[in-house]
């Protein structure tokens, strides 16, 4: 058995409170990976054959001290570090090191509009808004942003989001839709990628029906922002989520099924890496299987099991 992808969620701990939010954001426990565990479960996943390495929450990786050593080792084994991250704490030098290591990021931004991204996270003031000009073109966004573009992340385009070393991740809600057609319009001029989730379950139980589009809203959203960004962006946005047949664990070492789901087929301390992702995926085949391909010519954004049971919780 050959995985692609690692995940790995580094700490519970947070800097935001964003009403979207599903993770169980918090203080990091007695029972938190080691950077030598670390080490341990990156190994047996290059030896599975992982070309990549995704280092998401619970939490904010940046407030993890184990970051950029954890980087460092997966950039020794040849494989591709990719950080999921809010943003809110990267300055210039942080963003030159992390350029400098070749870690590729992707950056929770929800609108370009402040007040907006202020309510989306829960936090007044969450950045600080610069001017950015390019190609004679000029924006306000958020300073890490800015720093992140001066630092190289901004690529040519080259048409395939998903090789992109910066990418934009934003999560459609009906507080930031007409937002997210402006910031379409933001990626593709200045050639970085742009990827919309829909709502997987807030933890916060009343913003779960007050968030959520409604397919019809969603899909009138898929054809604006496919309309800015074209047939390749459509392509992207159908592709199915890495981790229904690749493993990822959490910052306690358990194998999980999804980022919405804590069920666990056990713990990295207990069993190989091989030994729990060969466990897990036979029972989530057998339980709910693989997401189907979407006919590309249906409407709307990614689905997976996950997703569609939460639409139906919400419906």
Known sequence: MRIKTLGIFL??????DCLYCCA??????GDKLTSGELENVINQAASLGAKAVCIAGEGEPLLDENLFSVCEHIRSLHMMPRVVTNMALIDYATASRLRSLGVALVCKLNSLQPATVDLLVGKKNSYVWRQYSYRGRQWMIPQPLKFLLEAGYQQPYQNIPSRRMLVL??????????DLVELARFTRA????????????????????????NREEE?????????????????????????????????????????????SAGNIREKTLWGLHKEQLSIKKKSSGISPIINLRQHGFRQCRTRIAINKTLS
């Open 169 to 178: 991740q934003s999560v459609a809600t009906r507080y930031n839709t007409q």
């Open 24 to 29: 169980d954001t918090g203080r990091d426990g």
């Open 219 to 263: 899909i009138k959203l898929y054809r604006e922002v496919s309309a800015v960004l074209g047939v390749r962006y459509r392509l992207w946005s159908k592709c199915r989520c890495v981790f229904e047949e690749n493993p990822f664990i959490d910052s306690q070492g358990n194998i999980r099924y999804c980022f919405g789901w804590e069920k």
């Open 190 to 213: 200045v050639s970085v990628g742009l990827d919309i989730e829909t709502l997987l379950l807030p933890k916060k139980e009343e913003y779960r029906t007050q968030l959520s589009l």
């Open 11 to 16: 700490t519970k701990k947070c800097n935001f």
